[in-house]
């Protein structure tokens, strides 16, 4: 089972990241909070779809993130925080030139690395990325493995283990890229993944691999707009009192204060679905409970993660020009057992 960082939050006031509201927060027996909570960001922020890990014990805090594009092709970067909250750039995954040769033969012209995710299995923290350009669904997702997140540790260092699945114009209908990890209660990992084309698809791993368990099975489509352009992406299935809950991203992320994303969310009882949203309407009918909008200057939220109840999203700062920056909430829950992270959802 992956391991689930235990973090206690003082009781008190927390300034909401953008939107210049104070939240209250008190905590539940749980140790859920009854609102929301905006963590105060500070430092290099500039994280475009983050795959967020919450340090515990002492660990920092990791964020991976989509590499700046580039020739040699732009590598995942990671950013490290103490507390989650002041942030530093840490690196690269890889070095530019030590990419993975064999994406070149699979996806020619890959300009930079995007969406990763990070699960930790056994000890062993599993790396998934996407490599792709825009417009096409000729795409993959490849996996590094390391023993540890701790760059400090003598025993840090990414492997690369190849490709976990690809997709091919005119052979699939789906689009290999956006992977997101999540363990059914039998301890049998899934990975969601998906944008745009055939919609959101899962398909069954096994460990120690972390690759499909058979790489002859067909995808399950588990979300649609069921039309084009299928403006969906981003899957990521977060399990919580037997409820599996998939969280995506609908409509357009890199466009700057153009941008048009945000986050809606549905859920079930079987991680292969069906995935159904507050009202009732499934995900493969366009279905989604919203979780993130636009906000003022904050526009476009989207391309998250969930790690110990902490939405990580990237926006576009309008303050900033449109520059995408790092936001990360504590989720709350509602009476009915769906994810709150705006104050207005208390009110609905």
């Not at 507390?83 to 690269?92: N, T, V």
């Not at 299935?237 to 153009?258: A, H, I, M, N, T």
Request: charged share 20%; hydrophobic share 40%; proline share 8%.
């Amino acid at each position: 089972m992956r391991r689930r960082a235990q973090v206690v939050l003082a009781a008190g006031l927390v300034l909401a990241a953008g939107a210049g509201v104070a939240w209250a927060t008190v905590g539940r027996a749980d140790g859920t909070p009854d609102e929301p909570v905006a963590l105060e960001l500070s430092g290099d922020l500039a994280a475009h779809d983050p795959a967020l890990a919450v340090g515990h014990d002492g660990a920092p805090w990791t964020v991976f993130a989509t590499g700046i594009e580039g020739d040699p092709a732009g590598p995942i970067q990671v950013r490290t925080s103490q507390d989650g909250r002041e942030w530093a750039y840490a690196g690269l995954v890889w070095k530019p030139r030590d990419e993975p040769a064999w994406v070149a033969d699979v996806v020619p012209g890959v300009r930079s690395y995007w969406a990763p995710e990070v699960y930790e299995h056994d000890g062993t923290y599993y790396l998934y990325w996407s490599a792709s350009t825009f417009g096409s669904n000729r795409s993959v997702i490849g996996l590094h493995t390391s023993p540890t997140l701790d760059p400090g540790d003598p025993d840090y260092g990414w492997t690369d283990r190849g490709e976990v699945i690809r997709s091919v114009p005119g052979h699939t209908d789906w689009n290999a890229i956006d992977a997101g990890i999540v363990e059914d209660a039998d301890g049998t990992p899934w990975m969601a993944f998906g944008s745009f084309w055939g919609g959101i698809q899962l398909v069954e791993l096994e460990w120690p691999s972390g690759k499909p368990a058979d790489p002859s099975a067909d995808p399950v489509t588990i979300a649609s707009r069921g039309a084009p352009p299928n403006a969906i992406e981003a899957p990521y299935v977060v399990e919580r009192d037997g409820w599996y809950y998939l969280f995506v991203s609908k409509d357009s992320c890199c466009q700057g204060v153009r941008s048009t994303y945000n986050v809606v969310v549905g859920r079930s009882r079987e991680v292969t679905g069906p995935y159904v949203d507050a009202q009732g309407v499934p995900m493969l009918e366009d279905g989604g409970t919203p979780v993130l909008a636009t906000d003022g200057s904050m526009i476009g939220p989207g391309g998250q993660s969930v790690s110990d109840g902490h939405l990580a999203f990237h926006y576009y700062d309008e303050d900033l020009g449109g520059a995408f920056q790092l936001a990360i909430r504590e989720l709350a829950w509602d009476d009915e057992g769906w994810p709150v992270a705006t104050v207005d959802r208390l009110t609905d």
